[in-house]
């Protein structure tokens, strides 16, 4: 499969979007399309599906769109739930149409062979099973199985119909049927949204192994970095090819742009001799024929254009301006947070100057606790208590605003009714909202121009202690990378949530990690907790959760016969599904093709071995959620 378009542009009521397009896809390639927020990156996507948005570009190439094979897409917005009281499992097996149509035609066939053993119904199953085994007939629904636990959803949630699930978790259950789709190239808009940490780094490892072609837009840095080999930079309308990963990229980038300057700088000065050369010797009738000839060398000169500079316009702002806290920011004991039943249970001190993430699975009590601390949640139980002069500013990662219907102005004034108005317009400028902007009504922004408003109302307080839930949500590369300068200046208190590794990584110097077991407190970094994860049990940390020493005991007494039995019937199933492949390559040898006696013998050994895999599957499916209720206790 190759696909190609050359010399392409995209425009908009004449005006253009994106010029000079030249893109190729082949069988295998690893592509992120980056650029700045508007820059027009979900607008190529589009394009490499709506073929009619394209017209001739602007160089004197020749527009052209070509496709050699098959090329099939998959656009994750494209998929759509037909009929939302199918339950999930049953979504999910729509995936495999030929191979579940195989099942039955297989079934028909074996009963048909009892009856009726002739060569024709034979050739007819051999054919039938040859096809079942290419499209990975015996381990298609273990394919579907990891990739449900991997997103995070559970045994009873295959049960569940669609209508059931939420925005975040239909958009999974999307996600995994475009993967599961098998197309020939894969469209992926911000993949990592919706996912936590474990699930992003289970996407990654699939999309590095990954045997087709997917086109990724993303704004993370390191997820980019460990599954592309291609970047196409969206910069003042232009495509340009990078070839490599993302720090890669940044490094041509940079290199490029230096290189193109001192050329451009290079050339300007040789004109610029050039021309002095002409104007002193023109009016000298025996030099004009020679200074003539220099101002034929500047004209005959592939004149090289000024490189423009990458657009980091970004907001700003200086928070160490604000009073400092006491050296205690924040104490909990015996804390309680949820909302109908306990999610995790906390002891816990926050010291000035410290810089904690708080990162783990969907659902496990992030958000709540940081509400449950903003005062948005009553706690279920236990004590918190701030130290003095402590100052919070909240981010809340639902982006809700005083009234959805004012103005930008309008709504900064409400939150700061005592603030002039050219103050606030300089608030607001600082984030990037200059002039009309202010006017701008607040449902009508994009989710970056959201998240910069709820900075600039956050960061105008001058809080000493930040509580942020998922702040890099939204914005471009840019955007978070001046979030992370500020913030690692920041001389305050932050307690962050974030499912972004590379913003983790660069800001946490303590974790909280959210597991099954409810919440530990880990005092190092996240590349430090990275290399220690295989071994975290052995490691000493202070234990937020707090459970009663005879009761941590018999649950890990519990945990551990259950993790036995899990690795005793994993065993047994592969000692088994080993047994069923070696009748089933009997049952595919030519010489056993016309005796029907042992073929039915075959069959009834592969049946036997089924139902034997059948109640170890099941039986293992029942030991796997006892060990998940232990595990919520």
């Given at each position: 499969m190759k696909y190609t378009i050359k010399n392409a542009a995209i425009s908009l009521n004449g005006e253009p979007i994106l010029t000079d397009i030249n893109f190729e896809i082949t069988d295998t390639s690893h592509i992120a399309i980056v650029g700045r927020n508007g820059a027009g990156k979900t607008t190529l996507l589009n394009a490499l599906i709506h073929n009619e948005m394209l017209e001739e570009g602007f160089l004197e190439e020749k527009f052209e769109i070509h496709k050699i094979g098959t090329c099939t897409i998959g656009y994750l917005e494209q998929i759509t739930f037909n009929d939302e009281k199918r339950t999930l499992i049953e979504e999910i097996k729509k995936c495999y149409p030929e191979l579940l149509e195989l099942e039955q035609k297989l079934e028909k066939l074996v009963k048909k062979l009892e009856e009726n053993s002739s060569e024709k119904t034979i050739g007819e199953y051999t054919t039938a099973l040859d096809r079942f085994e290419l499209l990975g007939g015996y381990s298609y629904q273990k394919e579907y199985e990891i990739m449900l636990k991997k997103f995070g959803f559970s045994e009873s949630d295959k049960e569940k119909s669609i209508s059931s699930f939420s925005g975040g978790e239909r958009t999974k259950i999307a996600f995994l049927k475009l993967l599961l789709g098998k197309q020939d190239i894969l469209l992926l808009d911000e993949p990592t949204n919706h996912l936590d940490i474990k699930a992003i780094e289970w996407l990654e490892n699939y999309l590095k192994d990954y045997k087709k072609a997917f086109i990724i837009v993303s704004h993370d840095r390191m997820f980019l970095n460990n599954t592309?080999?291609?970047?196409?930079?969206?910069?003042?309308?232009?495509?340009?090819?990078?070839?490599?990963?993302y720090e890669v990229y940044e490094k041509q980038k940079k290199e490029n742009y230096e290189k193109t300057l001192k050329d451009y700088e290079r050339q300007q000065k040789e004109i610029e001799r050039l021309n002095a050369l002409y104007e002193k010797f023109r009016a000298k009738p025996t030099k004009a024929k020679m200074a003539l000839a220099k101002l034929h060398m500047i004209e005959r000169m592939d004149k090289i254009e000024r490189p423009l500079?990458?657009?980091?316009?970004?907001?700003?702002?200086?928070?160490?301006?604000?009073?400092?806290?006491?050296?205690n920011v924040l104490s909990l004991k015996d804390l309680e947070v949820g909302y109908d039943h306990t999610l995790a249970k906390f002891s816990l001190e926050i010291m000035q100057g410290q810089k904690i993430g708080v990162i783990g699975a969907n659902g496990t009590g992030k958000s709540t606790l940081l509400k449950t601390l903003a005062g948005l949640i009553k706690p279920i139980k236990g004590h918190i208590s701030f130290g003095y002069h402590v100052h919070i500013g909240y981010f809340d990662q639902n982006l809700?605003?005083?009234?959805?219907?004012?103005?930008?102005?309008e709504e900064f004034k409400a939150s700061f009714p005592e603030c002039l108005e050219s103050d606030a317009r300089s608030a607001l400028g600082a984030f990037l909202f200059s002039g009309n902007d202010v006017a701008k009504k607040i449902n009508v922004l994009s989710g970056g121009e959201k998240v910069r408003l709820q900075l600039c109302k956050i960061l105008y307080q001058k809080p000493n202690f930040l509580i942020l839930d998922e702040p890099t949500n939204h914005l471009d590369l840019i955007g978070k990378q001046q979030l992370e300068s500020i913030l690692t200046d920041y001389k305050g208190t932050i307690l962050f949530v974030s499912h972004d590794r590379y913003f983790v990584k660069k800001i946490a110097s303590a974790l909280i990690v959210f597991d099954d077991f409810g919440a530990k407190f880990y005092p190092y970094d996240y590349e430090t907790y990275k290399e220690k994860e295989k071994s975290l049990e052995k490691q000493s940390h202070i234990e937020l959760q707090i459970i009663p020493t005879k009761q941590k005991k018999n649950i890990t007494n519990h945990t551990s016969d259950y993790k036995k039995e899990l690795a005793k019937i994993d065993k047994e199933i592969t000692k088994l599904e080993g047994e069923k492949k070696k009748w089933e390559k009997e049952l595919y040898k030519e010489e056993n093709y016309t005796d029907y006696q042992k073929i039915n013998d075959l069959q009834q050994h592969i049946e036997e071995v089924e139902k034997k895999l059948s109640s170890l599957e099941k039986k293992w499916e029942e030991t796997a959620k006892k060990l998940e209720e232990k595990n919520m206790l």
């Open positions: 592309v080999n291609t970047i196409y930079d969206i910069s003042y309308k232009k495509v340009t090819k990078y070839i490599g990963n500079k990458t657009n980091e316009k970004t907001f700003k702002t200086n928070l160490n301006k604000m009073q400092p806290s006491g050296k809700e605003m005083i009234n959805n219907e004012h103005t930008l102005l």
